[in-house]
């Protein structure tokens, strides 16, 4: 499968920093999406960038693709204790079969 | 709207039972999805639908069936429970037209 593979596997941080997380993949894809899972939740989709975008931002959230390298960054800014959660990022190829990474696991210490 | 809703929210089986999980959504989508996720690992795609009466397999589909008959439901039958099933299911559903899908609150499921 073209599963996704999340870096770091585990980040801690204090409130108001800035949180990189980082995602590849293997094959070709139509968009790339982020979603969010708090401790014993359902996932919250987050952002959606196209294989023709380079660069997407919705609030905090920043998003970049490199489909040359098969890889994309998911940024939030200022960090709160509510971003503690997982998050996983998903590719998509035909809109059908959604694709998930091993997730990110975030904590924001206040 | 309540969304996507799944029944139960916990299960315990033992092995060589079976059970039907339930997944229900309000908000008239024709793609629905089943996935299973295992401890420290993403999300699997077991099945999907993308529409009343079409069902296709996803990346794990074995020990697993499903229909679908109306726009609003998709249960996942297991038909002989397996300790290999143990995991937390999660239903999804999204409009046609767009890739955001949006996720059930999920079914814990334990099989001894």
């Known amino acids: 499968s073209q599963q996704g593979e999340e870096d770091p596997q585990a980040l801690s941080i204090q409130e108001g920093e800035n949180a990189t997380m980082n995602c590849s993949y293997k094959?070709?894809?139509?968009?790339l999406q982020w979603y969010r899972q708090n401790s014993g939740r359902g996932l919250v989709h987050l952002i959606l960038?196209?294989?023709?975008?380079r660069e997407k931002h919705s609030g905090r959230l920043r998003v970049t693709l490199d489909t040359s390298k098969k890889s994309s960054s998911l940024l939030i800014t200022a960090s709160r204790a509510a971003d503690t959660a997982s998050y996983f990022c998903?590719?998509?190829?035909?809109?059908?079969?959604?694709?998930f990474g091993a997730g990110t696991i975030l904590r924001v210490k206040s | 709207n309540a969304g996507v809703t799944q029944t139960p929210k916990f299960q315990v089986l033992k092995t060589g039972q079976s059970m039907t999980l339930q997944c229900a959504q309000d908000?008239?989508?024709?793609?629905m999805s089943w996935y299973r996720q295992d401890p420290g690992m993403g999300l699997r795609l077991i099945h999907y639908?993308?529409?009343?009466?079409?069902?296709d397999q996803g990346e794990v589909p074995n020990g697993y069936n499903v229909s679908r008959s109306t726009t609003e439901d998709f249960p996942l039958r297991l038909l002989s429970a397996a300790p290999s099933q143990t995991s937390v299911y999660f239903c999804?559903?999204?409009?046609?037209?767009?890739?955001?899908?949006?996720f059930g609150p999920g079914t814990r499921l334990t099989v001894t």
């Open positions: 960038i196209r294989s023709n975008e």
């Open positions: 998903a590719t998509d190829d035909d809109g059908n079969k959604l694709v």
């Open positions: 639908s993308v529409g009343a009466g079409i069902t």
């Open positions: 094959t070709s894809i139509n968009n």
């Open positions: 908000m008239n989508h024709e793609y």
């Open positions: 999804a559903s999204r409009p046609t037209g767009t890739y955001e899908q949006y």
